[in-house]
């Protein structure tokens, strides 16, 4: 049985667009069958964020989504972004080191950040993963691309489409 994955990707250093690209490639190679691709939308970055070391300004964001069929689970999907983003120059701390709370995270900019939004209709809230994507219902930088991909899926826990999310974002 396929099980399909809708994936976020994009970054907001480097050459963004070929890093997309190259993403895109991995994800085909490793994960699974590319059935569903959103226009790349470029986009301020969101959220608190830190300066890197000799960032004088903090660059906007390139993001794709895409909607992956795949037969890995969700736990392979994610050690599979991981080593993509890895590849492609991302330096993350320890997935368990997460801090999922808004009030206490910042954000750093980053080449590829690949973030699994919706596996199948599952819900999975654990230490390591989070699907689906706990933050995205507020995030149109998200919600816009998959809204092109799969404007009709039906959020598992808000019981809400992506579309409905999407007018109702601010």
Known sequence: MMN?????????????????????????????????????????????FEAESGEQRVEDFMNQALLVETSLTAYEVLHEVLAIEKELGRQRPQLST????????????RPMDIDVIFYNDEVIDTPDLIV???????????????????????????GKTVKEMMEEVK
């Open 98 to 109: 997460f801090n999922f709370q808004l009030s206490t995270r910042k954000y750093h900019s």
């Open 132 to 158: 689906p994507h706990p933050r995205m219902h507020l995030r149109r930088f998200v919600l816009e691309p998959l809204s092109e991909i799969m404007p009709d899926y039906r959020h598992p826990v808000f």
């Open 4 to 48: 399909k994955v809708a994936l976020l990707i994009g970054g907001n250093q480097g050459d963004r667009q070929n890093l997309i690209q190259q993403a895109t490639v991995l994800i085909q190679e490793r994960i699974g069958t590319v059935v569903a691709v959103s226009k790349v939308y470029e986009t301020e970055p969101w959220g608190e």
